[in-house]
């Protein structure tokens, strides 16, 4: 495991999370260290390169911190800038290519046939995530967006609902409870649209 790698890129999001010009605030670097945490967990359930997954996962949506204008497709500039940094960290030529895959395939709202148990791990990692990240959510909407209260809580509530119908029919399974519990407890907070 390329620990050094790992922590100059967890140093680096944390770093471009941080800038004026991140329009998703602090809350997007803890999306991405749940991501990262989720990652974890399901390389080790499919028998995934753990180093591999948790380097995407370091740099899924390093493009959408880094300038907004990427944002649209952050999944094909963050395999860019992913090249270059790995590049420069001189990591395994093969390696870089499925952290750019994982990239590329992380999105749930671009439909892309996973080919590897590494994209899936990302792909999967992201979606659920945002359960982990219930205030990142909140204040995107409330915040960023300028949402009323209703608009906020039925963008929270759909967010929640897509990224878990996104998931894989195994990660469903293996995530239900989490997703029944995050659910309950917005309902129970009135966010329940």
Partial sequence: MRTDILDYLQQEVYSRCKQ????????????IEAVVKNSVLLAEKYGADTEVVMIAAWLHDIASVTDYALYENHHIHGAEIAYELLSKLSYDEAKILLVQQCIRKH????????????????????????FDSVPG???????????????????????????YQKLS???????????RQVMEVL???????
Wanted: hydrophobic share 35%; net charge negative; proline share 2%.
């Fill in 20 to 31: 004026p010009a991140n329009k998703f605030g602090m809350g997007c670097y803890y999306h």
């Fill in 107 to 130: 999105r749930g709202s671009v439909t892309m046939k996973k080919s590897s148990v590494e994209e899936l791990c990302v792909a999967d990692a992201d979606a659920i995530s945002h």
């Fill in 187 to 193: 309902a129970e907070f009135g966010l329940e649209g």
């Fill in 169 to 179: 029919p195994e990660s469903k399974d293996f995530y239900k409870e989490k997703y």
């Fill in 137 to 163: 959510l909140l204040y995107l909407a409330y915040v960023e967006r300028q949402m009323s209260i209703e608009e906020g809580t039925a963008f929270v509530k759909g967010k929640l609902e897509r990224s």
